[in-house]
């Protein structure tokens, strides 16, 4: 059976099945695929739900994926820790909202950074620069 390579990316349809590992059983027509996550549970649903993880992200090295300030829980399966992260511009956004300075820096090394995230983490250096010199809160 093929590796988990895809992750769920509906937030309206299950949404506690968001950002979770899963692999297509079955591909079917009218854009229809049988997803499969690790616990065992099947789904049929559109292909648009599921988002394809690429190697990179598959293939992290242990060490690596903790350091990425996207990165938000691990899964244990068969033994071997595999990371979930962010990945959505919405999720990544939010996100920043919490960071502090070094993690806003280490966020602009990250690979494939959306426009709109980058933008965010730019604003919120700015924030803290300014709540560092004793600007207004904002």
């Known amino acids: 059976m093929n590796a988990w390579t895809h992750v769920w990316r509906w937030k309206k349809k299950m949404p506690e ?3 979770q590992l899963c692999r297509i059983v079955v591909r079917g027509r009218m854009n229809s695929v049988l997803v499969e996550f690790v ?3 099947k789904t049929v649903s559109s292909r648009h739900a599921i988002r394809k993880i690429n190697q990179r992200e ?3 090295n242990k060490d690596d994926f903790r350091s990425n ?3 938000s829980y691990a899964l244990i399966i068969n033994g071997k820790e595999t990371p979930l992260y962010k990945v959505t511009a919405y999720d990544r ?3 920043v909202k919490k960071f502090d300075r070094a993690k806003c820096e280490a966020a602009l090394k990250v690979d494939d950074l959306q ?3 980058e933008h965010a983490i ?3 250096i700015h924030k803290l620069e300014r709540e560092s010199k004793g600007g ?3």
């Open 93 to 95: 956004v939010d996100a």
């Open 115 to 117: 426009k709109t995230v």
């Open 136 to 138: 207004k809160n904002v």
């Open 122 to 124: 730019c604003a919120r």
């Open 39 to 41: 616990d065992g549970a």
């Open 58 to 60: 598959s293939q992290v």
């Open 69 to 71: 300030p996207f990165f």
């Open 17 to 19: 099945r968001f950002g």
